[in-house]
């Protein structure tokens, strides 16, 4: 009787708690964040790569404190926070910023069920930005530095079997540091935005075997019909069992040594991936010892193939499965006006990806952002490619000074923010790299902290070599490494720069602003590189914009990026709105012009 008095007593608790959160103060919120729950915020499971059936999900009310680097654990914490939104965001219900002088506390107690009893437990972050220490009962468990890759922590050690206490600290120094850091900036202005500290990703428990299954490796080859499947895992002597399945079917299997590539044989009839048939087969990878199962979970896999070839007129096109196709999309930020880097639920999240779509894009650039795992998987099921970017970090060189372009030298970084890239990129490669969408990794944007950019461009071929390498989108100092040649040019897209050996692309053009009274961030206070005042010019602009695109896509172009997909903060030059309430363009029209460009230059399947 006791017991349910307490437990019941927990849920009230709970409930009161909920129900006294609010957002903190902001102009604009999407629908999804005026509508959030914050009992129930998140609650998909968060690695569709590599699942398994029993979770906990740690979202939520937690509490936190702010308080100067150096000092102890507060003994009182200052409020609430509604994790996973990161402190600054009005959707964490307390909207202040940090600082390179504080560190930002969270704590928060949590069950163990009793099912899991004989289980080690992991801990999962989804993200941290930038470098946490984690302690559980008042033991020091692990921590990560690098404010875009997923991490885990194996808490088993430190646990309780009732009321274990959580506590995260947070250090983030944003532009005062040597870090990957995209568009933070402590003063945000014009292009460059709020600061996001701490926690922007799930948070989540998982039971496992002790011997149980780390991460996944999936490599399709096309030209071999063959699936690379790499099971890591914690345990000696262990074997590993793929089993891929079109549908109910199971129509290929193989088994290895874990920690080892295993090739899988496909079948004859091979079904490949695609942007107009994005099939993919399901996977299950079972953990063996001496016979045993130990650890099973699943995942799924594309065959397709990227490549590159010059056409009949020495053009060097895109490739997908030995078609060539034009890759078109949009620059995609990734930013939210009442959730910053995240987005309010998943539903918003999708929502964008589903706009780009309907728009007639085939490809999505997501600019200097990680998004989390399910946005890629949803890109894989939606048959949407992706050029996916570093964040940037440190000094920008002036992009209109042109002669940079050709001329110059690179700057230089310091050791330890070389190490900090270096490490950041690789974690975001190999979290990445499971997902078929992906098929360029840009290690830099324009002159932003763009250093040793051929050997960066080799690294990055020699560690994913079944992706293309986009050296430097728009970047200055041009080497004719990587396989592409990017260049950037407002508004129009012209291009003042080509190379006979890479595929030549526009990263970005375009910047049409329209400043939509109501959905504006500043209402005072907004810029576009061109402006206009209704949807219908937009659209004639922008139709404008494509017809020269695509006269030139016969002898130039392969590629094109347009800016961008919403408004972001004072930025007006979105085809929707920053509360995405709002599309400022005519969809059919917009949708008839890219298909076109698409269509011409792209073989078909």
């Known amino acids: 009787m006791y017991k349910s008095i307490i437990i019941s007593l927990a849920i009230l608790l709970n409930f009161a708690s909920a129900a006294a959160y609010t957002p903190a103060k902001v102009n604009i919120m999407t629908t999804w964040g005026e509508n959030i729950d914050p009992a129930n915020v998140w609650n998909k499971y968060p ?67 009793s099912s899991w009893k004989g289980k080690d437990v992991l801990l999962n972050f989804g993200a941290v930005d930038w470098q946490c220490k984690v302690w559980v009962n008042g033991q020091e468990v692990g ?61 989540w428990l998982e039971p496992v075997a002790p011997a149980h299954i780390a991460s996944l490796k999936i490599t399709p080859d096309v030209d071999a019909r063959k699936l690379s499947v790499t099971a890591d895992a914690k345990g000696e002597g262990l074997t590993a069992v793929v089993d891929v399945y079109d549908g109910s079917q199971k129509v290929a299997s193989a088994t290895g040594k874990a920690g080892e590539a295993i090739d899988v044989a496909m079948p004859d009839s091979l079904k490949l991936w695609s942007t107009d048939s994005p099939f ?100 894989d099921r939606n048959g949407m490619l992706v050029w996916q970017d570093m964040p940037s970090s440190g000094p920008s060189v002036n992009r209109w000074n042109m002669h940079h372009y050709y001329e110059g030298e690179e700057k230089s970084r310091s050791e330890n923010a070389d190490r900090l890239i270096r490490a950041e990129w690789e974690e975001i490669m190999d979290a990445l790299h499971n997902y078929p969408s992906v098929v360029v990794w840009t290690p830099f944007n324009e002159g932003w902290g ?54 030549n692309c526009i ?36 139709v404008k914009y494509a017809d020269l695109l695509n006269s030139q896509a016969d002898v130039l172009y392969t590629g094109a990026v347009y800016t961008q997909t919403t408004d972001v903060e004072v930025e007006v030059n979105g085809l929707l709105t920053y509360d995405r309430k709002v599309v400022k363009v005519n969809p059919a029209r917009v949708r008839e012009a890219n298909r076109r460009i698409i269509d011409t230059h792209s073989q078909k399947p």
């Open 47 to 113: 690695r569709p790569a590599m699942s398994r059936d029993q979770w906990q999900n740690l979202n939520g009310l937690w509490e936190y404190s702010i308080r100067p680097v150096g000092e102890d654990k507060p003994k009182k914490f200052d409020g609430e926070i509604l994790v996973p939104f990161c402190i600054e965001s009005a959707l964490s219900g307390v909207g202040k910023t940090v600082g390179e002088d504080n560190y930002l506390w969270y704590k928060r107690t949590f069950d163990i069920p």
């Open 143 to 203: 921590g990560h530095t690098g404010g875009y890759a997923p991490f885990s922590i194996d808490i088993t050690k430190a646990l309780k079997k009732k009321k274990n206490e959580l506590v995260v600290r947070v250090f983030d120094p944003t532009d005062k540091g040597e870090q990957p850091r995209g568009k933070q900036v402590s003063e945000p202005n014009g292009i460059w935005y709020t600061p996001v500290t701490g926690i922007w990703q799930t948070v």
């Open 280 to 379: 993919l087969y399901d996977l299950t990878v079972t953990l063996l010892n001496d016979g045993k199962a130990e650890d099973s979970v699943k995942s799924y896999a594309a065959m397709r193939k990227v490549g590159k070839r010059a056409d009949a007129n020495g053009v060097v096109r895109f490739t997908l499965n030995d078609k060539e196709i034009f890759h078109f999309g949009p620059l995609d930020q990734g930013w939210w006006p009442d959730g910053l880097y995240t987005p309010p639920s998943y539903e918003a999240m999708i929502y964008d990806v589903d706009k780009t779509k309907e728009l007639g894009y085939n490809m999505i650039r997501k600019h200097i952002k990680v998004e989390p795992a399910l946005w890629y998987e949803y890109c």
């Open 450 to 503: 763009q250093y040793k950019t051929a050997d960066f461009a080799a690294w990055t071929k020699q560690h994913d070599p079944s992706r293309l390498v986009n050296a430097a989108s728009g970047g200055n100092f041009f080497q004719g490494v990587g396989d592409i040649l990017d260049v950037h040019h407002y508004p129009q897209p012209l291009i003042f720069l080509a190379s006979k050996d890479q595929a």
């Open 507 to 542: 990263g970005e053009y375009g910047g049409i602003g329209c400043a939509l009274e109501g959905h504006l961030w500043t209402p005072d206070r907004n810029w576009g590189y061109v402006q206009f005042k209704t949807p219908e010019e937009v659209t004639d602009e922008y």
